[in-house]
């Protein structure tokens, strides 16, 4: 695998997918270039051996999975599992401030975002928006202004002389993003604004009204190689755009023989509970269709596994005493198996053993994270997804500094070298059990 390549296309898919949906529509974008074919859930599908398809959920949610030409599904899928979404902030449904002289929009935080990142920080606002046509119907398009439109600006020092040993952020009032000096009477709403916008980026989508949005600002610095010896991956979204990507490009390049499956849900980042997130029925309802019998079924998924893969809390040299003496993760040396007695991850010792030894296969080193037993412990979709479906289920990633910051950063490597070892998994013609 060409790294400087795999990297090259790793940052242009994080610059495209600025919100789940834009991600959802590169991902679905890219499985239909490489001969995917797409369903929906309210029609028949007629499936075949060697077949590829992919459905989305929500526009927000993607499954992409493939029949193998050589063992049906029953016999066991090899399944990758990741998130489309991080934290953010969100329009509110009637956003606009005016005040002292400005014009301001009211956000709400989505996930467990940190906030003091996103002060001074060139924003710009992207999302979904639901509207009326000329005939009345009810219609839904992706928007991206992709220029700067807002920031945040810091309170000055001289205003606030403890900023730099105590100042705390109310999400409320401390973190509405300036747009623009206060507007004049007459200045269209914001909702207009969107309807202009529309118009930019679909000119024959025939707006007569903008109903409702799903919106959020985001940081239009561009993702780069960074480094003395450019070796770190700089962007925001890696947490876990990173990983959907990994996954999309280890099913690409899967052989086709054995049967592969991929889901990226939304929602993750506020507890997985929606009709796209992993706990909703996306997964268990797509695995039923697959193979409608019960009993057909229940062998799928006694014989199947899931990686869930979602990047990991490298170890930082500023901060290395919030991290377990022997389980600190260095940026690129190796994705990371992340382990938890208490079940917040869903690896147990067959299937960490099983992924050790498909990296030893690859020449990938591996490494192991366990978070401090006087600390607590984040969660993915790995324990929700063993725990709804049944599915034995293992949480990977690779090694991150900053998460949940406005720009998160990992090793140029990591990325690639998980790419290897999924796409081994897939490929895996032997038992996903212990014989």
Same mark, same amino acid.
């Given at each position: ?36 074919? /797409? =369903? ?46 991080? /934290?953010?902030?969100?329009?509110? /449904? ?10 301001? =929009? ?64 109310? /999400? ?23 309807? $202009? ?21 985001? $940081? ?68 039923? *269709? ?19 893969? $979602? ?80 599915? *034995? ?38 038992? =996903?059990?212990?014989?």
């Amino acid at each position: 695998m060409d790294v400087d390549q795999f990297n090259r296309e790793l940052l242009a898919f994080l610059a495209a997918a600025s919100t789940p949906f834009h991600a959802v529509s590169a991902l679905a974008s890219r499985l239909q270039s490489a001969g995917f074919s /797409p =369903l929906r859930s309210d029609q028949a599908w007629s499936l075949e051996p060697g077949g590829r398809y992919y459905l989305t959920r929500n526009d927000s949610s993607i499954v992409a999975f493939t029949i193998g030409a050589e063992a049906a599904p029953e016999r066991g899928m090899r399944m990758v599992g990741a998130h489309t979404d991080s /934290p953010c902030l969100m329009v509110k /449904p009637a956003p606009e401030k005016r005040r002292a002289g400005y014009f301001q =929009l009211g956000v709400e935080v989505y996930g467990g975002a940190l906030l003091n990142p996103w002060f001074d920080r060139d924003l710009s606002l992207a999302g979904r928006v639901s509207y009326a046509d000329q005939a009345g119907a009810l219609r839904t398009a992706t928007v991206d202004f992709r220029r700067p439109l807002a920031v945040i600006p810091s309170l000055a020092i001289h205003l606030d002389r403890e900023a730099n040993q105590s100042r705390s952020i109310n /999400p409320q009032t401390d973190i509405l993003p300036v747009l623009a000096l206060r507007a004049e009477p007459g200045t269209p709403s914001f909702r207009e604004l969107l309807r $202009d916008r529309l118009l930019v980026e679909h000119p024959d989508c025939g707006v007569r009204e903008v109903l409702d949005y799903e919106l959020c600002f985001y $940081d239009t610095q561009p993702p780069a190689l960074v480094g003395l010896h450019e070796e770190f991956i700089a962007s925001a979204r890696l947490d876990n755009l990173l990983s959907c990507f990994t996954g999309l490009q280890s099913l690409l390049a899967a052989d086709r023989r054995q049967s592969c499956l991929l889901v990226c849900n939304d929602h993750e980042e506020v507890g997985s509970l929606s009709t796209s997130g992993a706990q909703g029925p996306l997964l268990l309802s797509t695995l039923r *269709r697959l193979v409608p019998d019960e009993v057909t079924l229940a062998q799928l998924v006694a014989n199947s596994l899931m990686i869930s893969a $979602d990047n990991a809390h490298g170890i930082h040299p500023n901060y290395a005493d919030k991290h377990d003496d022997n389980h600190g993760p260095l940026l690129n040396a190796g994705p990371v198996i992340k382990i938890n007695a208490n079940q917040r991850y869903a690896t147990n010792a067959e299937t960490a053993g099983l992924f050790r030894l498909l990296a030893k296969e690859e020449g990938v080193a591996v490494q192991s994270f366990v978070v401090r037993s006087d600390m607590g412990c984040g969660s993915t979709i790995g324990p929700i997804t063993a725990g709804g479906t049944g599915i *034995r289920t293992l949480d990977i990633g690779v090694p991150t500094f900053a998460m949940h910051s406005v720009r998160e950063l990992a090793g140029r490597d990591d990325a690639a070298h998980l790419c290897r070892v999924l796409q081994r998994f897939y490929n895996h013609s032997g038992r =996903l059990t212990p014989a």
